[in-house]
């Protein structure tokens, strides 16, 4: 059980700010996933709260106590690496308790502790077999009972599970969310996958260039993101961005782009009256894209349909309107077919605006 705080953490490799003013606090017990594209400091940061990077500037503090000159074997921290190596020579138990028979715990002790942690993760028939022997779903299973045996205050993940196959990556993921249930450990957990980060974490920390971009719950991050970036990586299809004007005019306020226009509903055009320039970003999701069955002035948007990719409770239209490509979800049943016209529905209540200045979310 520990609380986790970083306090502007900095960290630089020569000219490279990996890390940049990165403020979070984590709750005891809480799951928080760091989850940004590749580069943009996740590994880092979790391997300054492990004490196995320097810390170019700030503080972290594990339970209250600043750990930065602390050593890694006295943090009290158990990671599991995205390369987590077992050794080839040793049984599953042997690699297991090797962490354990270092530290120079009592073979008793060492048998309780792995018997335990063997029978959570379900692997308990392995024990006597090599590494060679094992799925690598089984292997994964293994890395983190090492982890566990350990029984640490926090849980540290990069990426664990990138060598799974889809399917057992799926499995391993409810898994993992199980075990913390049942552990009640703090875990930061690290992903580029925004699937991973979305079912898996009680509190998302998006990043992007060393910089904290937002935090929160999953479906926060969903329906409120903060940028457009965050917007734009959280969600699958991706958000669909267009560039547009707002026009005042009598009867409220519209938002006008190639060719069609569409009027903003009244209480998200009081609150974008205030705004002062004119050009805005603006952000649909594919699900906020029906169809229409027919043409309804300012409020549909005429596309040409270039491909389908049904799915089989979903089929996604792969659109375009002028030169832009945009993504609408639509039913199993849809008669859409490409190379011809169609009339989408925004669901205007949900889009979202960003400046084209900052990219900062309007609303
Ligand atoms: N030892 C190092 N020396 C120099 N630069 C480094 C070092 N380690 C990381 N970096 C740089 O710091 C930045 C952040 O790297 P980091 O490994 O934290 O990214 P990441 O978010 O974990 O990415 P990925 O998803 O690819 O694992 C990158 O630009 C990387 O090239
Ligand atoms: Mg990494």
Redesign the pocket.
């Known amino acids: 059980m520990a609380k986790v705080v970083m306090e502007k953490l900095n960290k630089h490799?020569?000219e490279?700010k990996?890390?940049r003013d990165f403020d979070l606090e984590i709750p005891d017990k809480e799951f928080v996933v760091l989850v940004?594209?590749?580069?943009?400091?996740?590994?880092?940061?979790l391997?300054m709260v492990a004490g196995l990077e320097d810390i170019t500037s700030g503080n972290i503090y594990i339970d209250d106590k600043i750990v930065n000159q602390l050593p890694p074997k006295d943090r009290d921290i158990a990671m599991v690496f995205?390369n987590y190596a077992l050794y080839p020579h040793m049984t599953v138990y042997q690699n297991m308790a090797f962490g354990l028979t270092l530290r120079k715990f009592p073979k008793a002790e060492i048998k309780q502790r792995v018997k335990e942690a063997a029978e959570i993760l379900n692997i308990g028939e392995l024990l006597e077999r090599k590494p060679k022997a094992l799925s690598g779903g089984q292997r994964q299973r293994v890395a983190v009972g090492r982890a566990i045996v350990r029984k640490p205050k926090v849980f540290l993940f990069?990426?664990p599970l990138s060598n799974l196959d889809a399917k057992l990556r799926v499995q391993m993921r409810v898994e993992l969310k199980k075990l913390h249930d049942r552990l009640q450990t703090t875990i930061i957990y690290?992903t580029?996958d925004q699937v991973e980060a979305m079912t898996m974490g009680d509190c998302i920390v998006v990043?992007k260039d060393?910089l904290k971009q937002q935090v929160g719950a999953p479906l926060e991050l969903y329906f409120r993101p903060a940028n457009k970036f965050v917007a734009g990586f959280i969600g699958s299809p991706a958000m669909n961005f267009m560039e547009g004007e707002l026009l005042s005019e009598q009867g409220g306020l519209f938002l006008q782009t190639m060719g069609f226009k569409l009027k903003i509903p009244a209480d998200k055009a009081a609150k974008l009256k205030s705004y002062p320039e004119k050009r805005v970003i603006f952000g649909i999701r594919p699900e906020d894209l029906p169809e229409a069955p027919a043409s309804i002035p300012n409020e549909t948007i005429e596309v040409m349909v270039e491909v389908l990719e049904p799915l089989g409770s979903e089929v996604y239209l792969d659109v375009k309107v002028g030169e832009t490509s945009l993504i609408a979800r639509a039913e199993p049943t849809t008669k859409a077919k490409p190379h011809f016209k169609l009339y989408l529905q925004p669901v205007l209540e949900n889009v979202r605006f960003f400046s084209i200045r900052d990219e900062r979310a309007l609303l």
């Open positions: 490799f020569g490279v990996a890390v940004g594209p590749s580069g943009c400091g996740k590994t880092t940061t391997r995205q990069d990426e690290v580029h990043m060393g």
